[in-house]
């Protein structure tokens, strides 16, 4: 098979949460079997109970809306992020741009270049290190001597006003998706509904082969196991990208996007 065909095989067919949700998918169809093989000299019912089919119509609709909140803050979260740092490569672009039009020095050019990229690096590394201690604020040092830079371009006349102000207004950015970026990670979605949730995913699926093993026999084995797989799988979804800066497989490709800003810029780093 081409080598593009196989690249693009994997795309399709990846699914990165994947190893940590097969663990749960063979704790379920095992519990389900021996609910299946076991319950019913522990817990006879009746085949068909129509209480039984409705007890779990309703607490199917009951966690699909509430996994449907659940995946759609979190991906707002993801999607949020993943706007600042397209923010983030655009005032980049900008700030090179416009400094290779108004700056004549070619030494400032290339100076401002690679303060643009230890910006765009030192925020990634910042918003992958320990909430409770980050270290020293390097972003905020790379923006200050953005600042420096054009306030003393200003001053020895390398530029006039107006492009003081140009350059000025996408180097306010860089601090303002730094900020936006430190919020979403700093806030995370409230404990007690996360708690909730995933205690009720657990009773839920506990229920379930009980509710469905009398009318259903050993198809409730692949019935629960492709409902842990939805469920489960959503959840650790959601977990993963409520974070969007980290190194998981759903994060954003934040060393892709550091590496289009450093080629767009056209700042190569000493070897």
Known sequence: MPEPTLTTVRKVFRFPVLGRLWKYLVAVAVYSALVVEFGGGLYPTQDGHPRRAGELVIASILFGWLMSFRTQASYTRWWDGR??????????????????????????????????????????????????????????????EVFQMIRRWKEEGRVDGFAFLA??????????????????????????????????????????????????????????????????????????????FGYDGDDLPLDDIVETIRRASGYTPPA
């Not at 730094?178 to 995933?198: D, H």
Request: aromatic share 8%; hydrophobic share 45%; net charge positive.
């Open 83 to 144: 706007g600042l740092w397209g923010q983030l490569v655009n005032d980049s672009r900008n700030l090179v741009l416009k400094t290779s039009a108004y700056v004549a020095d070619p030494f400032e050019r290339a100076k401002m270049a690679s303060v643009v990229v230890r910006f765009a690096e030192t925020l990634r590394d910042r918003l992958r290190l320990p909430i409770r201690n980050p270290g020293p604020h390097l972003p905020m040092a790379a923006a200050g």
């Open 167 to 244: 350059l000025d207004q996408h180097g306010q950015q860089l601090m303002n998706i730094c900020g936006a970026c430190e919020k979403i990670r700093a806030t995370p979605l409230a404990a007690s509904y996360r708690g909730l949730l995933r205690k009720g995913i657990v009773g839920y699926l506990l229920f379930l082969p009980w509710g469905m093993s009398a009318a259903a026999g050993w198809v409730t084995v692949p019935a629960c196991v492709l409902t842990a797989y939805a469920l489960v799988g959503l959840e650790l979804i959601a977990t993963g990208i409520e974070d969007p």
